[in-house]
């Protein structure tokens, strides 16, 4: 196998190679840099490029193999870490002024769980100013493009992470979800994530929550057997219980009079289709929720949580962009009564939710309501001909994160060639039976991994 035949495998693929010794992660790492030299002036994915650590880390996994004692199924495999986390050594800016030069003292326990088994840490992707908004840019990196039409956005938080998975910097990335920042950028760049339960990816060291338990760390793919296997490493192993080979399915395709892309909704029903073939039973219902409920929830909880970020640095007030200034001036002006009663409705909608999922084994939903849209935009200013808002693409995600569910994204259809994605989320701690029904999924309807060159 040559070097450069090496960026374009999943995860999976390139193990099975330094296996058979049919490639070294030497030469994996080098084609990925390659790879990255070529796609990132354009995409601005990755904002932190490690390139000695990385030599040194594939130079030691490639000696392991050559010897036979590699750690685990991971070892030798290239992977980024979105700008919120800590790598030890390495900046972990958040995307915003106040963190500029800040290096994380050591690595957050995912990465860290990574790096013991063998992963070469490329290096930091792009995210919006504390990992806070539908779109990725920031004042420090400026904008970040979709692999698929690099004048659009990849979408965010972690559009960096989705980025760089798409265009083949590295099969998998590591970034956050705490209203849809995995699930949604993945349905726009192509790409498969999952977000786990609250507690199955454990944290310890980095930067302050800014939405209670919302933010969870995920695994960002190509492919969803990477995604089963980044998981089993970042992860706390769980009781798995056998998946049903027919399984009960709610599909919701709208949320009230919330609007979405015709585009979206077509690929959606395609979605349902393969999952009905695969002998499902997908029954089409309304959503429990209210997203305006959803969103004014997430918006109070946040803006404590702004605040909170801000406090402590001098002068924040000139460092932060507008829109983080004026949550953070809101989060210092509310009442710890309206906190507390934000907190105890989320507690009533978790409950309800978790009834709600526990008489099916999954729900489906398009990830976003939306296409991809102009690059340097904070999102699209229509939807289907209606006046978009700022939540108008999170309809679907932010709610999932309040009910403290796991969720997976596998692509679906392509909309004039931009992607859209499939959302299946499922009971608490129920990740293997989404992983098991994404990669049937897969099977039935196999996606384009990487876009046209």
Known sequence: MTEAAAWPLDATDLVAAYRSGRLDPVAALDSCL?????????????????????????????????SGAPLGPFDGVPITVKDNLFVGGLRATWGSNLHADHVAPRDDLPVARLRAAGAVILGKTNTPE????????????????????PDRQPGGSSGGAVAAVAAGMGPIAVATDAGGSLRRPAGHAGVATIKPTPGRVPRRWGFPPLATDFQVIGPIARSVRDLRAALAVMGDARPVAATPARLRIRAVRRCGAAPIDPGVLAAFDGALA????????????????????????FSTISA????????????????????????????????????????????????ELGDWIAGVDAVATPSSAVLP???????????????????????????????????????????????????????????????DLAEAYERAAPWRQLPPP
């Open 304 to 351: 404590v949580g702004v605040a909170r970020a801000v406090s402590g640095h001098a002068g924040w007030e000139g460092l932060v962009t507008p829109a983080i200034r004026a949550q953070a001036e809101v989060g210092l002006a509310m009442p710890a009564t309206d906190y507390l009663r934000a907190l105890d409705r989320i507690a009533v909608l978790r409950g």
């Open 274 to 297: 393969v999952l009905r073939s695969l002998g499902h039973e997908v029954e089409e219902v309304p959503a429990p929720w209210d997203p305006d409920e959803v969103g004014a929830l």
């Open 34 to 66: 390659q790879r990255i030299a070529a796609t990132n002036p354009a995409l601005n994915a990755i904002v932190t490029l490690d390139e000695p650590g990385a030599r040194a880390a594939a130079a030691a996994s490639a000696a392991r193999w050559r």
């Open 130 to 149: 504390l990992a806070l908004a539908g779109f990725t840019k920031n004042p420090l990196f400026g904008s970040t493009g979709n692999p698929w039409a």
């Open 373 to 435: 849209w102009p690059r340097e935009a904070p999102g699209p200013d229509l939807v289907a001909g209606v006046a978009a808002g700022p939540r108008a693409a999170a309809i679907y995600s932010t709610v999932i994160n309040l009910a403290a569910l796991p969720a997976i994204v596998v692509p679906s259809a392509q909309v004039d060639g931009l992607p859209t994605g499939l959302q299946l989320v499922g009971a608490a701690f129920r990740e293997e039976l989404l992983l």
